[in-house]
């Protein structure tokens, strides 16, 4: 059979890019080797949140007596029905995956795609026709040779999604995004959590004022964190005891934990797909790809976690989005790789956007930057979550470059800021738009007034 687009994967690149072509008209079909939805829907982004949105509930539970609420007996977590949450919860959404692609006529088939060829892609010894592929194929936990992982005590993000029981104690190698969630929810859950991190400071990518709360909020989750730290063996003892050897500010030691969540970041998949058969460039292995994501072999084209632009899901839906519509014949507006929304949904919440105020000098930019403590929030402190801040980096101009947010639910609070930048708004623009009170998004408003030197409530 031929089609007008064959997408190899159907993450949140993959689906969109499928979606998008049907839209247009195109006749298209989906190639997926495992459930519906990539790893985000399934083993990454939604059911972390859906464990993450336990762990809160726990926590609330536990500390009901503050908001004047009495709860009788002891609060435990039932890690075993939390988890079974998480697997419906993810199931739901690859089950909606599948109805848009009925709803979208996009044809799925099952099993392994690899390029076989102009224009033809074989998928498990049958060989489908294109007139342009996508290719999808998302990425996997990185593996280090010095953290060998045997899923059992030493585990990958996927293993930690489904572990069997609460461990009493848990190291996590790296605190990007991934590890610093699952160190989030184990520590909130009562594990005895240590968090190891190479670089200077946590959460390496964020801006350093949010690093250094994030630290705080951990030490109050009562786990430990240890900076500048290199990891050099993880080995696992006779009684199952797993032996992390480092070299820290201390010197080096030895560390113990039940188990060992290595965190180390991800890999692309490019393997066995074809690309050196079709003389598809690579670069640290990275698929090369032009402004419009066609690879070095015309016809086929890459988004996503394997080519070299942020590894998130929303970045492969606009990258599939630009690519679906370019193959159409429109001509798409480029995707703004300097104005991406970026989550980390800890407790509590990490959200920025733009430039950090490290990047800001690296630069040489002259710069303003206008704060908000959330401790004179209104509506933070009713609902008894006050740490965190708003901070937002403006220009000479004026205009927003940068904004970093730490606090509850400040995740849902980015889209603001994210579009101010996109649009170019001032301080005096964002200052003086109304925002409702009382709100936590407030925070953003007299952010603004703070670097314009008009601060109402500080």
């Not at 839209?23 to 990454?44: D, M, R, T, Y």
């Amino acid at each position: 059979m031929k089609y007008d687009i064959i997408v190899i994967g159907s993450g949140p690149g993959g689906y969109v890019a499928a979606i998008r072509a049907s839209q247009l008209g195109k006749k298209v079909a989906i190639v997926e080797k495992s459930e519906l939805g990539g790893v985000c829907l399934n083993w990454g982004c939604i059911p972390t949140k859906a464990l993450l949105k336990s762990a809160q509930v726990f926590s609330y539970c536990k500390n009901a007596a503050h908001y004047g609420v009495a709860v009788e007996g002891e609060v435990k977590p039932d890690f075993e029905k939390i988890v079974a949450r998480s697997r419906t919860v993810a199931d739901t959404m690859s089950k909606g995956v599948a109805f848009l692609m009925k709803k979208n006529n996009i044809d799925i088939i099952t099993g392994f795609g690899r390029l076989a060829g102009e224009g033809r892609v074989d998928i498990d010894g049958t060989v489908y026709e294109a007139e342009n592929i996508i290719l999808a194929t998302g990425a996997r936990p990185r593996e280090m040779p010095f953290i060998p992982i045997d899923g059992e005590h030493v585990i990958s993000s996927k293993q930690a999604l489904t572990l069997p029981a609460l461990p009493q104690s848990m190291i996590v190698v790296g605190t990007g995004a991934i590890g610093s969630e699952f160190a989030c929810l184990y520590a909130t859950l009562g594990v005895k959590v240590t968090l190891i991190e190479y670089m200077p400071q946590i959460m390496p990518l964020e801006d350093e004022e949010v690093a250094k709360a994030m630290e705080r909020s951990f030490r109050k989750l009562r786990a430990a964190v240890m900076t500048s730290t290199t990891v050099k063996n993880v080995t696992v003892g006779d009684d199952g005891m797993c032996q992390v050897e480092i070299e820290g500010k201390k010197g080096a030691e030895t560390l113990s934990a039940e188990v060992v969540l290595s965190a180390v970041g991800i890999k692309s998949n490019i393997e066995n797909i074809g690309l050196e058969e079709c003389g598809i460039a690579i670069e640290r292995d990275k698929i090369v790809v032009d402004d419009h994501y066609q690879t070095s072999t015309k016809g086929v084209y890459a988004i996503g976690d394997i080519i070299a632009t942020p590894a998130l899901a929303h970045v492969a839906s606009a990258e599939a989005i630009h690519c679906v519509e370019h193959i159409c014949g429109m001509e798409p507006e480029a995707v703004d790789y300097s104005t991406i929304p970026s989550c980390i949904f800890t407790s509590p919440e990490v959200a920025s956007v733009g430039m950090t105020e490290q990047q800001a000098q690296k630069t040489g930019i002259e710069y303003t930057v206008g704060r908000f403590p959330f401790t004179a929030s209104g509506k933070a402190t009713a609902a008894g979550d006050r740490d965190g801040f708003v901070k937002l980096i403006f220009d000479k101009e004026e205009k927003l470059i940068g904004a970093h947010l730490v606090g509850a639910t400040v995740t849902e609070m980015l889209g603001e800021p994210t579009l101010a930048k996109r649009l170019g708004a001032t301080a005096h623009t964002i200052a003086r738009t109304i925002h409702s009170h009382p709100t936590m998004h407030e925070g953003l408003m007299e952010a603004a007034e703070a670097a314009m030197g008009a601060a109402i409530h500080l």
